[in-house]
């Protein structure tokens, strides 16, 4: 970093409060900037004449009024990364890898609008409507072929112009082998479709769009403890599921095994593990699987459950229980979903 920012050696605690335009911090001299040369490369060997701009905001996105997007402050500073990790349990984009997945889906809601893909017949039988509103949540089916898998909890599903941008980042993804991966899959007409459009587009000049920028940080007033209350809330499930069952079947009430470790300490002592595991396998957020171990603790304090057995068996059925739980929430009308893209 070039620049220095004296709340960088604050505590979390004094950081929180601080407002968010007191950040002040930029795409400019940093990693992103990196990640962005490398987007725009990505859309110049394609031959598309169009070069996102990029800024610093609260959130992922991209508007459709101008070529840009938006990047979440946090990725502007080791510090912040930091703090992000501490109150959310991950960083979404904090790898170069992870960062340019959500670049090039970003990057295909900037093509298609730059371009108004949205309009064409073709796009519309494929995709569906752009102006289909936003649900408050959606239920993906985790084992559908009709959608690509790029981002995390099938994204494509969302929405036509999500299941769009998430088709032309397997497609802009450099050595991605879509024609391999996607064989067997109806979602590999989608692929073909973008693979001619795109042909047909390249070296065109897109739609003239002003390069604004949209809710930057320098306007956002609220504190950093605000906008992490918000976001934690978002994440975290608010029905109340219960697991008596579930984890009488793996942990024990018996007399006879009265000395094996309280349940609810192998949990806690497990905990990071296990959700990390998870995370992994469904694509779902940690800070949402941490309140559903938060929980099972609980009940397994409540109900005085032991944890008999060979530990390393205990893990994984823990693991595959809490893994079904969380697919097969997916598809709960219940239950508030929240993205950040």
Known sequence: MSRRFPWAEWSDEALLQLPLKALKVAVADTWLEDCLADLNAELAQRDLRVRPHA??????????????????????????????????????????????????????????????????RAWRELFGRSSTPYPAYYRPNPASKHYVQHLRLWYAQSHPDEDFAETFAVWLKPRSDWRKRYADWPALRKLQYVDELMTAIAGARPDPMRRLTVDPISRLTRPLSDYYAQKQARYVLTTHTHYDRDLM?????????????????????????????????????????????????????????????????????????????????????????????
């Open 249 to 341: 079947k793996i942990f024990s009430t018996d007399e006879r095994h009265r000395r094996a470790p309280a349940a609810s300490q192998f949990l806690r002592r497990h905990r990071a593990r296990i959700r990390q595991m998870i995370a992994k396998w469904t694509g779902e957020y940690q800070l949402t699987l941490d309140s559903v171990l938060d929980a099972m603790i609980t009940r397994a304090r409540e109900l005085k459950l032991r944890a008999p057995g060979p530990e390393r068996q205990l893990v994984m059925d823990l693991t595959v229980l809490l893994a079904t739980k969380t697919v097969h929430s997916l598809y709960s009308p219940q239950r508030r979903e929240w993205f950040a893209l």
């Open 55 to 120: 800024w610093i905001s609260d959130e992922w996105f991209s508007p459709d009024t101008t070529p840009g997007i938006a990047i979440p402050f946090y990725l502007a500073h080791p510090r912040l990364m930091r703090l992000e990790r501490r109150m959310m349990l991950e960083v979404e984009g904090g790898t170069v890898a992870d960062c340019m997945r959500i670049l090039r889906h970003e990057a295909g809601h900037v093509v298609q609008h730059a371009f108004q893909l949205h309009r064409r």
